[in-house]
């Protein structure tokens, strides 16, 4: 930062950001809990609900090749607004198109939106974190996960009071709009130029390579890991378990709210402990938890295990979306975008693999994609300095 913002500034821009990543999670949580809607209204198969969530992630990796440029021409505040309108609409409509063939490309242009979001406020919470001088960037992703309790909770108790799932969407998606453009006037704004020491550092896209490369290998298995959860717990919980959507929908809330707690709490455990040995401890967590749950297939056990999960990868993507921003010579979006590219990778490859699987033998099976991926994780903590 070229001047250090004055002290109010840095706490209206906190609070905007805890406000914008919540409001990313509750995006993900009321979508989270719908997949079953969307699945019924479609008629879709595994594989045909793989291939909606396939096209949310090619929009999303797609997005982050453009993602740097984009904020460095209009900053952070209005890519963030633009972003949130997209996503909005698109949210609101996604049950009334008239079929597949028009929920596909609406679905890439989903994930492209919240794809520039993401990059968007996590760039402007690396600007925060590096102005104010303090770890922040934990509580931002605990918001986040929040977002997605909450988000995830109002959607299954909207369901429990037969409010259509159309009009749940719609105003859903019209409250967060209003919220995301109030709260972003307090964002810092950061343009990826302004990071500038010496030499100018790349501020559209970085290819991975080297420490990068390895950022972004590790992120890919812990948004694998969490992809799956968001986009498979509830039908898992609903489908195989039996449970009812809307209580399987708390399967999901304690999912986001215990991911949420240990993000809370994960700048105060940045500054005591080996960030190297919080991931490779937190993704054996994750592992065991998830491969239990799955081999006992216990309805209760299972949320139990969920929130086992949900603290075991609460702080990959702060600590590692963190680090990338600190690799010399690059901007934090291009940095952001560059191990992004490999992390969202993750949800090109997790839907068709999971809808494979689930195809051919069971949903149950399909999921210790987890088990592997957070397996991943663990063993490859300690290939980066965080």
Known sequence: MSAGPAPQTLSRARHASRTLFAALGVFGGVWGVHIPSVKQQFELTESGLSMVLLSIAIGAVLSLFFAGRVIGTLGARRATMI?????????AAVLNWPGLAWLLPAGVVFGAAMSLFDVAINADGTALEAASGRAVMGSLHGSFSLGGMAGAALAAAMLSADIAPEWQLAGVALAVVVVVWTAARSMLDAHPAEDSAGDEPQAHFAWPRGTLLVIGLLIFSGMTAEGVMYDWSVLYLKQE????????????????????????????????????LLLRNGALLATFAMAVLLLVGNPWLALVGYACVGIGLALCVPILFNAATRVPGVSRAAAI???????????????????FVAHHASLTAALGLVVVAAAALAIGARRVSC
């Not at 993000?263 to 190297?276: C, I, P, Q």
């Not at 560059?338 to 999971?354: A, K, T």
């Open 241 to 276: 378990l039996a449970m009812p959507q809307d209580a399987a929908g708390v399967g999901f809330a304690v999912f986001s709210a215990a991911m949420a707690a240990a993000r809370f709490g994960g700048d105060a455990l940045r500054s005591r402990y080996s960030e190297h």
């Open 83 to 91: 972003a949130s309108a997209v996503m909005g609409m698109l949210l």
């Open 337 to 355: 975008a560059s191990v992004s590219s490999i992390g969202y990778s993750g949800f090109l490859i997790g839907p068709p693999l999971i809808g």
